[in-house]
């Protein structure tokens, strides 16, 4: 067998697909079907575990659909094992996005059977985005997501990404030091996140580095001398207690260096208790202004239980929950035809059966600014409330510069603030479902009628 040896991930290579994809593409160019059609991509039920979600990955994916391209030699390959006609390759090996886009803008919560993306292309090019775009958006949002639970639980204290080593790959733990971000956390230990997105970059110290040294109190000063600026060291290499004292034995002389710990870090044991009695040894040798910082197998249930102890604990590095989403590591994603032909379209299947034709979620607020309900509404509807989704390309192109990252995790906080207490609840499932308006209804009766049967509405 010949092997390519090629990235591991080409990202904007539209061979990173399901071969169903391009099989349809071969069928509908054979059948002359290249009417304009428009796909919604929505998640159908949330996991018991979330009461909202909220909508990340979107920049990526406009990058990938501004850049998506056959190469020459993938598609020669694909040519000889998907058996495709000549017509079909001269189509692909010509392939750009040329269509329309609207979508939730990134941080915006969102629930059950609302589109998050909508394209609208000619029937080929759209059904050939399905796979890249459902992954792209499933991942960030699964993560961001989770995030959103973890800066809820930790209640004002900063949070850091501390995944990349239990992500499950290079590109998923990329993205999801960048889908944390938007949600709330304060950083990532990733430093390619921080040459790529602008995201803070953080770093301690592994246990290796205490243990390559005789003496602990040696490892603290070296680490010291060379890493002044945000000392934070790791106290629980051996006996955590006694590491506290070293700290608190070695600060005169490193403040003779002008150096001072600002932190320390607690990554196992009990943290609530470890914690509390590390604040007091601190606090007793004058390093009342150094911070604990807690790591290790942490999600929004330990947070939870950590602040209600009054663990002294300034911020948290949260790891597998976070990178894994380990509670809801995936959702029931879509990517569904809604329109085809001027015609509404929908899947009629129990269980699964989807609401036709392009399609708008209007939200209303109550007085205090939080969310009372979310209308779902034909797209051109004029329906009280705020229109979520926006025009985000045009014609293959993007609609206005991207938000920069800062703004988005602006939005993602605001859109947090907006929730019904109910649904910032972390510990019960209570989410918001979506009203379905008389012309969606009336729509789904249209579409209906295209069948023989009519089935019950979703």
């Known amino acids: 067998m010949n092997i390519h040896p090629g990235p591991l991930c080409d990202g904007d290579n539209l061979l990173l697909t399901d071969l169903y994809e391009v099989a349809m593409v071969d069928a509908y160019l054979d059948h002359g079907m290249n009417g304009t059609a428009s796909f919604e991509l929505f998640v159908r039920t949330l996991p018991n575990q979330r009461n909202f979600l909220i909508a990340a ?26 058996r495709l006609s000549n017509r079909t390759v001269d189509y692909l090996g010509d392939f750009r996005f040329s269509g329309d886009v609207d979508a939730l803008p990134e941080g915006t919560a969102f629930f059950a059977h609302e589109p998050i993306l909508r394209v609208t292309a000619s029937l080929p090019e759209a059904q050939m985005m399905e796979t890249r775009l459902i992954n792209l958006i499933h991942l960030q949002t699964v993560i961001a997501s989770k995030a959103a639970r973890l800066v809820l639980a930790a209640d004002g204290r900063p949070l850091f990404d501390f995944g990349l080593r239990r992500a499950h790959g290079a590109e998923a733990g990329l993205l999801a030091a960048r889908a944390a971000y938007i949600a709330g956390f ?43 600026r945000n000392l934070t060291l790791l106290l629980d290499t051996y006996d955590t207690e006694a590491a506290a004292g ?14 001072h710990p600002s932190a320390v870090r607690l990554d196992s044991g009990d943290l609530a208790t470890q914690s509390q009695r590390v604040r007091a040894i601190l606090d007793a040798g004058g390093l009342s202004g150094t911070h604990i910082v807690a790591s290790g197998g942490l999600d929004e249930y330990a947070l939870g239980s950590l602040l209600t102890a009054n663990a002294p604990i300034d911020s948290f590095g949260i790891g597998t929950s976070l990178t894994t989403s380990s509670d809801a590591p995936a959702l029931d994603c879509a990517y569904k035809l809604v329109e085809y032909a001027g015609l509404p379209r929908r899947k009629r299947s129990p269980g699964k059966a989807t609401w036709p034709g392009r399609k708008q979620v209007f939200r209303s607020y109550d007085a205090g600014g ?76 249209q579409a209906d009628s295209i069948g023989q049967v009519r089935p019950d509405h979703p």
């Open 246 to 259: 070293t700290v608190v034995s070695l600060a005169g002389k490193l403040a003779v260096d002008g150096v």
């Open 370 to 445: 939080r969310i009372r309900t979310d209308l779902l509404s034909v797209a051109e509807a004029q329906e009280p409330g705020r229109p979520l989704l926006i025009p985000v390309m045009r014609n293959g192109r993007r609609v206005g510069a991207p938000p920069d990252l800062t703004a988005i995790r602006s939005h993602a906080a605001a859109e947090l603030a907006s929730l019904p207490e109910p649904v910032r609840d972390l510990t019960h499932h209570a989410t918001i479902e979506s009203v379905i308006s008389p012309d969606l209804e009336a729509l789904a009766e």
């Open 186 to 228: 304060a950083g990532t230990a990733i430093a390619l996140a921080g040459r790529r997105f602008g995201i803070p970059i953080v770093g301690t110290m592994a246990h290796s580095f205490v243990q390559a040294h005789r003496q602990e109190a040696d490892a603290f000063i070296n680490f010291a001398r060379s890493r002044p």
């Open 57 to 82: 990955g979107l920049e990526q994916a406009v990058a990938f659909l501004e850049t998506a391209r056959f190469a020459p030699d993938d598609l020669a390959w694909l040519r000889d094992h998907a």
